[in-house]
């Protein structure tokens, strides 16, 4: 049994076209399959409409979340509660930006032996130029930051039994699953796609969230940031111990020493960073605090098609 794993926010207006596209697919797929909606907290008609659905399609599944708790937790709660009956799960987006057409070939990478296949975006003509831009500058930078990524996929994958077990045996909370799957190891595939556009609703991922979720990838899968703060302590340092010797032989020679604008400017820079500083190591720890509390990630409300 194979389950594709749809994340739900306030998809009220898509979510019966998506379950239309998604029924098409099944029917072709060489093994039995179900989807499982995942509502996470939608203030929107986007339950009552899964309950209908689940009615109206034998494929259907849902549960609900008892709160709003963020796209990758409710991923990872949809992926752990089919863990046990899956031999298989794709995960993909209720928006159909993601072709679903892609699913067959995931599952025909599976059959030949693949544990992850990635759903890779071949090109991002259909983006705005700052969309594109920024996304572009994302992977650049969780690159740099010693994130291990793929380059332009999102959440649109295919995990075998074995690899998904071996996901969910991190207990983490802060989730970045881009970085985690990754980790993983195993036989791994692509899958090419062109994107599409949104059917219909908004995007649920503005440029906030993706400065949120570029924070949570670093911070949770690198101390390059710390590091950088190290080095650059070092660097203030040596030009500190310069400034010193500077003042010093100019005080020999007898010349006075002219610049409060340049130590107000001094003093303003140096304390902006020991502030910069400050901020990076309290989001290290306030990850930490996090992850010690062991506080459970979600909870299930109600389901439907049990």
């Given at each position: 049994m194979i389950y594709i794993v749809v994340p739900c926010y306030n998809e009220e207006a898509v979510l019966a076209e998506t379950t239309r596209q998604l029924a098409n697919v099944i029917q072709t797929l060489v093994c039995p399959a179900r989807i499982l909606y995942v509502d996470d907290g939608s203030?929107?008609?986007?339950?009552?409409?899964?309950?209908?659905?689940?009615?109206?399609?034998a494929e259907v599944r849902g549960v609900r979340l008892a709160h709003n708790v963020g796209h990758q937790q409710a991923?990872?709660?949809?992926?752990?509660?089919?863990?046990?009956?899956?031999?298989?799960?794709?995960?993909?987006?209720?928006?159909?930006?993601?072709?679903?057409?892609?699913?067959?070939?995931?599952?025909?990478?599976?059959?030949?032996?693949?544990?992850?296949?990635y759903g890779v975006r071949a090109s991002r003509a259909t983006d705005s130029v700052f969309k594109r831009w920024t996304a572009q500058a994302f992977y650049r930078f969780m690159t740099?930051?010693?994130?291990?990524?793929?380059?332009?996929?999102?959440?649109?994958?295919?995990?075998?039994?074995?690899?998904?077990?071996?996901?969910?045996?991190?207990?983490?909370?802060?989730?970045?699953?881009?970085?985690?799957?990754?980790?993983?190891?195993?036989?791994?595939?692509?899958?090419?796609?062109?994107?599409?556009?949104?059917?219909?609703?908004?995007?649920?991922?503005?440029?906030?969230?993706?400065?949120?979720?570029?924070?949570?990838?670093?911070?949770?899968?690198?101390?390059?940031?710390?590091?950088?703060?190290?080095i650059m302590g070092l660097v203030f340092i040596l030009i500190a111990l310069g400034v010193i010797l500077w003042a010093l032989v100019e005080y020999v020679r007898g010349n006075t020493i002219q610049g409060w604008t340049s130590l107000l400017v001094s003093l303003w820079f140096v304390g902006g960073t020991i502030l910069l500083a400050l901020g990076v190591t309290g989001e290290y720890i306030g990850k930490i605090y996090k992850e010690v509390k062991h506080r459970p990630l979600y909870f299930i409300m109600d389901e439907v098609g049990k």
């Open positions: 203030r929107d008609g986007t339950w009552p409409l899964i309950e209908r659905l689940g009615r109206e399609y991923l990872w709660a949809g992926m752990e509660h089919v863990a046990d009956e899956a031999e298989a799960i794709v995960s993909i987006d209720a928006d159909l930006q993601d072709d679903v057409d892609v699913i067959g070939r995931m599952v025909k990478d599976y059959a030949e032996g693949a544990d992850v296949v740099a930051m010693g994130s291990e990524t793929v380059y332009n996929h999102a959440d649109f994958r295919l995990l075998s039994q074995r690899a998904l077990r071996a996901l969910l045996a991190h207990h983490e909370r802060n989730l970045f699953l881009r970085g985690m799957v990754p980790l993983l190891g195993f036989n791994v595939r692509k899958e090419y796609y062109d994107r599409k556009e949104r059917q219909a609703g908004e995007s649920k991922y503005p440029l906030s969230k993706m400065l949120s979720l570029a924070v949570d990838g670093v911070t949770s899968f690198s101390v390059k940031p710390l590091r950088l703060i190290m």
